[in-house]
């Protein structure tokens, strides 16, 4: 029988096939960020896994045969998975402010894709869906090629030896003491990737089979059985969240240049309306994304993460709308921005729940959401004017969430606001203008001014007297947007006719006018509820444990 020939020696060719192929596959695993401010970087340290493997090669390789096709097609797509996890754990901090979570996050996929095709329209959308997956496409047919170079190269005695020494360099880098960076001169940063996304998911499932560790205290934590809040006087309650508005946009000079004239506006026309206003700091538990987490923290009285918040929706804990709703209130939600029906509403007791379809608009659409803030503000108006109770509103405005672009017009006829009438050719030519895609602060600035100039119109003349408003940001924008080193924090108004209702916060440290100023320690979103309830009730602090069923 004629004995299979071992490929020729390790020649010229054949080491820079290799070379080239293995700078390709280690260059697939050098995007990271930069644990301080969350930049976007380039590790060139060769990665430790990338490196092992092409020993594995060497190894497979000393029988004188590349892989077979099944063999390389695995490779392949382990290698293209990896890498794009790798670079996506890259990026997330530099736009969410937090690291991939591959066990919630895969879970918004599929609403991001919705929410994408409704903003880009079906056939933008495909298109662009397209090019992504032809790009796609072209990268895993480069990583097989490399694989496949890799393993012909390896096929060869000499190369095979080569690469069989890789483990002992690795070995030798690692006794060395790190470089005046901190960093070795190799990089483990998939390893560690891969440990904690494992963690990630022990955990969660650990959580899901009533296994609850840390999460039974943070879940059982004392709370109030009741609160009379008399001393809301009956009176209205408004919590509105303006999406995105960070403390960035009032401590950094390009964002203030804009948004602050927009505020003066705004405290001036609202103390002409008899309103005093008080301000303050407020820490948010996310950042760059995740609402609802803000959302939910300061409804429950307790700080959430992905795990807690869907573990709250199993408890028993009372929200901020099931006390008012119990103090005789009216609960209602306004959600421009959510499509359809949420199971979690049965969790917090909202009486009603105003979703996109629910708002009846038809006009052009503007930003990711289409539902410009000051038509949602005028159909929410309309809506709850004859409630025979008193009402609590938990509106979301969504005018400057990510991409803040096209910002809709603000339009001094409130019954403009969506037909939109009054707006020319040019207006609507210079609104739908394609921003600089790398630079979003003009429309990101411009969106909060917007959304301000709204505000000091609705309140002035469209909110009844003895109303309480509270309106704070539900998380910093995306770091792209906000720059180095920002804190978690957004700022938080409280106004009212009857200065009586301000004087719970007052004593919080809650200062007068539209700048706060206070610096940290800062208030923490999970301690506004407590502090709410005790400042507006008269029963005392009644409090309990609450049951958890996970």
């Keep these: 029988m004629r004995r299979r020939r071992r490929p020729a020696g390790a020649g010229p060719g054949a080491i820079s096939a290799l070379l080239i192929a293995s ?76 690291t991939l979570d591959l066990y919630w996050d895969v879970g918004h996929v599929p609403s991001l894709l919705g929410l994408f095709f409704d903003s880009a329209g079906a056939t933008r959308g495909g298109i662009i869906a397209a090019a992504i997956g032809g790009g796609a496409l072209v990268a895993l047919g480069l990583v097989f090629l490399a694989v496949t170079t890799i393993s012909w190269a390896a ?13 002992c360099i690795l070995a030798l880098g690692a006794a060395l003491p790190p ?9 483990t940063s998939l390893s560690r990737e891969i440990a904690r996304q494992g963690r990630d998911v022990v955990l969660a ?8 560790g840390k999460y039974a205290a943070v879940l059982a934590a004392p709370q109030r059985r009741s609160a009379d809040l008399a001393g809301l006087k009956g009176g209205d309650v408004l919590l509105i969240y303006v999406e995105s508005y960070g403390t960035v946009a009032l401590d950094e000079p390009r964002y203030r240049e804009v948004v602050g004239p927009a505020l003066d506006r705004f405290a001036a026309k609202v103390a002409a309306a008899g309103y005093g206003l008080v301000s303050d700091r407020i820490l948010s538990p996310t950042f760059g994304g995740g609402s609802w987490l803000a959302h939910g923290t300061m409804g429950s009285g307790i700080r959430l993460d992905q795990l807690t918040s869907r573990l709250l929706l199993a408890s028993n804990r009372l929200s901020l709308p099931r006390y008012l709703s119990a103090a005789g209130y009216r609960t209602v939600e306004i959600m421009p921005g959510i499509k359809n029906p949420l199971a979690e509403d049965r969790f917090w007791g909202f009486d009603k729940s105003y979703y996109a379809a629910d708002l009846g608009y038809d006009g052009p659409g503007f930003g990711w959401f289409d539902i410009p803030d000051q038509y949602t503000l005028k159909t929410f108006a309309e809506r709850e004017k004859h409630s025979a109770k008193p009402l609590f509103a938990q509106i979301v405005l969504v005018s400057s969430h990510t991409p803040f672009y096209p910002v809709p017009p603000y339009v001094a006829d409130w019954s403009d606001a969506g037909p939109y ?6 207006q609507w ?6 921003p600089d895609w790398n630079r979003l602060d003009a429309p990101y600035r411009e969106s909060l001014a917007y959304d301000f100039d709204v505000l000091g119109d609705f309140l002035s003349g469209l909110v009844a007297d003895g109303t309480l408003v509270i309106i704070l940001g539900d998380h910093q924008p995306p770091a792209f947007i906000t720059g180095d080193k920002q804190p978690w924090t957004v700022p938080i108004y409280v106004l009212a006719k009857d200065l009586d209702l301000l004087a719970p916060f007052v004593a919080q440290g809650y200062t007068a006018g539209a700048f706060p100023q206070q610096k940290a320690p800062f208030l923490a979103m999970e301690g506004f509820l407590p502090a709410f309830l005790d400042g507006f009730s008269t029963n005392g602090s009644n409090v309990a444990a609450t049951d958890v069923h996970p």
């Excluded at 990896?82 to 670079?87: D, K, Q, R, T, Y």
């Excluded at 030519?429 to 394609?434: E, F, H, M, P, S």
């Design 155 to 167: 096929a060869r005695r000499g190369i095979a030896s080569l690469l069989l020494l890789l483990p």
């Design 429 to 434: 030519d210079r609104i739908y203008r394609q």
């Design 23 to 98: 700078c390709f596959l280690l260059a697939l695993f050098t995007p990271a960020s930069e644990p301080e401010n969350h930049r976007f970087v380039l590790d060139l340290h060769p990665s430790v896994e990338i490196l092992l493997l092409l020993a594995a090669f060497g190894l497979l390789g000393m029988r004188g045969r590349p892989l077979g096709l099944t063999t390389r097609l695995a490779a392949t797509a382990v290698i293209g998975t990896a890498a794009l996890i790798h670079a996506i754990d890259a990026v997330m901090p530099a736009v969410f402010g937090r």
């Design 205 to 212: 499932w650990q959580v899901s089979h009533g296994h609850l």
């Design 421 to 426: 009438k009054s707006i020319g050719r040019d």
């Design 179 to 187: 470089g005046p960076d901190g960093n070795r001169p190799v990089s």
